[in-house]
């Protein structure tokens, strides 16, 4: 599986992931499920041309302590405790609360999008993973779920640092609840955070506006393109492994 030749696929389903997380386990060692293997992707995404000199070895550390939390508590329940402890893991003692202050980023190809006010946010999320909370146990035709709550936690940016991040592993976490085991071993933050940073702004502003919550976010190009990454993190895992 050489992901250099591989296209990937327009509408990836569920059993195309399956086959991959299948694939994927026996070729699992302890090494790799130490996350050990990590730290490499995430200093080579985090590189000095995305993020400056300075961030690759902190990142990475975060990184790790992220993932220690998700595979230490990877069968826990999907709901807002979950989340404020998975931030704390990846941003410190600092973390692990709700942003006290409202905030807007400005999108790669102009303009600017307006998240949730801080003094909303605690109540949007809880209504969030309320609404979402059939992903604890989803059935495949309720799969895509996952990718809708991702747009959602992204637009509504719930933290002042750290959102792309604690995504990544939400959906790493979630994946394994669909029944995705090897889904929390993927490099999908090296390639969400690092490498696809403005691809995904972009899908943001097309499937939301400037503010969320003017509109029903438009999920025709963003599910795709999620589902695409994952197919690629999974191979990008496979590939390396094999040889």
Partial sequence: ????????????????????????MPLLGDYEKSGSHLRLLYTMSHSALTLGEDHPRVYTANQYRAFLFLSEHKDDLFNTDFILGLHRA???????????????????????YVTTSAEKTPEVMEALVKKYSY??????????GIFEF???FLCIHP???GNGRVSSFLLQFLLYKAGLKTAIYLPIDALLTGLNATRTSVEIRRATG???????????????????????SYRLMIESLED
């Avoid at 006290?100 to 190809?109: C, E, I, L």
Wanted: aromatic share 14%.
């Fill in 1 to 24: 599986m050489e992901i250099a030749n591989h296209k990937p696929q327009e509408n990836v389903s569920f059993k195309d992931l399956l086959s991959l997380d299948q694939c994927l």
């Fill in 90 to 112: 990846l941003t410190g003692e600092e973390g692990g609360r709700w942003k006290s202050r409202n905030t807007y980023f400005d999108f790669p190809d102009g303009g600017f």
């Fill in 135 to 144: 992903l604890n146990a989803p059935k495949e035709d309720e799969f895509e």
């Fill in 150 to 152: 991702i747009l959602h």
């Fill in 159 to 161: 933290f002042l640092d």
């Fill in 210 to 232: 400037s503010f969320y919550g003017m509109k029903e976010p438009v999920l025709d190009s963003f599910v795709p393109y999620m589902k695409s990454l994952v197919e690629k």
